[in-house]
C-alpha cells in the first residue's frame, strides 16, 4: 500500500485550528469517555443524526478513532518517491472555511 500524507493530526489538533479560524471561538465539545461508546451510549449533536442507524455508524467510527484504526503506518509513502509534491496541509485548509 502506499499513501500521499499531507501531515499527521489528531482531531483535537484540528479542533484548534478550526476554533482559531472562527476567531478564539471556542466550540462545547463533548468527550464520551471509551466504555460507553462501547456500550452504545454517546453525546447526540445538536440533534442531528438520531437514528438508530446514524447512531450505531457514530459509535462504530468513535470506537475506531479510540483505537487508532486511522492512524496509518505506511511502509512506503508517496511523498518520499515524489517529493516535489507538496500535499496542502489541514493547517491551510482550515482557514479556507472562515465564515461558512
Not at 43 to 65: C, H, K, P, Q, Y
Request: a negative charge; proline letters at 6%; zero cysteines.
Amino acid at each position: 500500500e502506499e499513501y500521499v500524507i499531507s501531515d499527521w493530526v489528531t482531531l483535537n489538533e484540528i479542533l484548534t485550528l478550526a476554533e482559531a479560524s472562527k476567531e478564539g471561538t471556542k466550540f462545547k465539545v463533548p468527550y464520551d469517555p471509551f466504555l460507553d461508546l462501547k456500550a452504545s451510549k454517546i453525546t447526540l449533536l445538536l440533534g442531528r443524526w438520531s437514528d438508530e442507524e446514524s447512531i450505531a455508524m457514530m459509535v462504530i467510527f468513535g470506537n475506531w478513532f479510540d483505537e487508532g484504526t486511522f492512524d496509518m503506518k505506511p511502509s512506503r509513502l508517496m511523498n518520499d518517491i515524489f517529493p516535489e509534491i507538496k500535499p496542502i496541509s489541514v493547517a491551510d485548509i482550515v482557514p479556507a472555511w472562515k465564515g461558512k
